[in-house]
């Protein structure tokens, strides 16, 4: 694993802390439970897209782009992160959101990241729930560049080769704080969506030869669907790393167990669980990815699927300004 080998812009504070929580340890009583704080990446309020983002817009500075355009949901964090950074770096920016969700809800239309984009000056277009949401964005790209502009395309969640390997180079980091700190990692567990995330820690883990295992928790795909795409992208990241030592069929787990009635639709055990973060540990997480993907892990703990010696490290993706788009469900009772 060679990431030198890859054009790189810098843009996040890393390495990001691993910290205990022991609040949220002591009140599930089961393993001990860290967490690696991609929450605090930095760029535009943080999160993980950042890391891919450090990867992909070296690739798009290295090819001479001067227009980023992606797409996601309205309250997509991913196009938050690529509008903060298009800014910081005085490139234009243009962002396909999908109603992937039917709501007239005011603060899920215009509050949260959707208000934030809006700020960092993102040019947005809309299309309806089901739009070929790549296809929006190839149609975006060829008019842009017609005009003139030298448009770069991230796809959804800036999950592609390139763009896992920002979190090949997580993985790296985090081997390099649990030796550090003289810790046993049994567990590394996190929200899974487009993929680029763990397929970007498996493929590095995997490079580096360590026992850790990861976890997604799913937030849309059943796991089927899930566990496959997230294999074809570590199949895919691993070569173009140039690893070659092969990456077994059972090499990705998901558990998509905790998706409720759809992608971005809330449930019960995320309320749980960003209010057991906020209350015992002061840390917000976020109502679509880090909300569901610790529910999962709070569930699993109590149904007993790890033991009190265990080190389960959570990995917080980010997301906490989506909250605000979901004003009026956490102010509706749902204690
Ligand atoms: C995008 C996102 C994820 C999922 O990461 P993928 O790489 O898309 O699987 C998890 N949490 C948050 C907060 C995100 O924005």
Known sequence: MNL????RT????APTPLELLPRLTEALGGPRIWMKRDDLTGMGLGGNKVRKLEFLVGDALARGADHLVTQGAVQSNHVRQTAAVAAKLGLACTAVLEHRIETNDAAYLGSGNVLLDRLLGCAIEYRPGGTDMQAAIEEVGARLASEGTKPYLIPGGGSNATGALGYAAVALELVTQANELGLRIDRLVHATGSAGTQAGLV???HALSSPVRVLGIGVRAPKPAQEANVLRLVRAT?????VDRPIPDDAVEANCDYVGGGYGQPTPGMAEAVRMLARLE??????VYSGKGMAGLIDLIRRGAFSTGENVVFLHTGGSSGLFGYAEFFNEAHE
């Open 238 to 242: 691993a070569a173009f790393m140039g």
């Open 10 to 13: 810098r843009l996040c504070q």
């Open 4 to 7: 030198a080998a890859f054009p």
């Open 282 to 287: 002061g840390i917000f997480l976020d109502p």
């Open 203 to 205: 493929a590095g883990l």
